[in-house]
Nanobody, 119 residues
């Protein structure tokens, strides 16, 4: 059974930092792309960042470029999202997602972790 479990969310003041973690289990992710999405109240889910599991190719949404950094630890099946210079508009539930092998879509999803940035 594939599981993605996020952790690291919380309440932080504007300008602060948080590091989200995603622990993946239940299958091998050597060819999977991993991503972080977020969904703010009343808005659609949007992709924040992604990383190729074996290629290290990364993607960032324009809104987080220069502030967020995605990384992964292949040996521990962990994916991280370092979030710096957080702003109130970053407030959302953040979800970890994984593709099924080299598929271009994301098949596996975590339950999400709440991030609240106060002004």
């Amino acid at each position: 059974q594939v599981r993605l479990v996020e952790s690291g969310g919380g309440l932080v003041q504007a300008g602060g930092s948080l590091r989200l973690s995603c622990a993946a289990s239940g299958r091998t992710f050597t060819s999977s792309r991993m991503a972080w999405f977020r969904q703010a109240p009343g808005k659609e889910r949007e992709i924040v960042s992604s990383i190729g599991w074996s290629t290290r190719a990364t993607y960032y949404a324009d809104s987080v470029k220069g502030r967020f950094t995605i990384s992964r630890d292949n040996g521990k099946n962990l994916v991280y999202l370092q979030m710096d210079s957080l702003q109130p508009e970053d407030t959302a539930v953040y979800f970890c997602a994984a593709s099924d092998g080299r598929s271009t879509s994301y098949t596996y999803w975590g339950q999400g972790t709440q991030v609240i940035v106060s002004s």
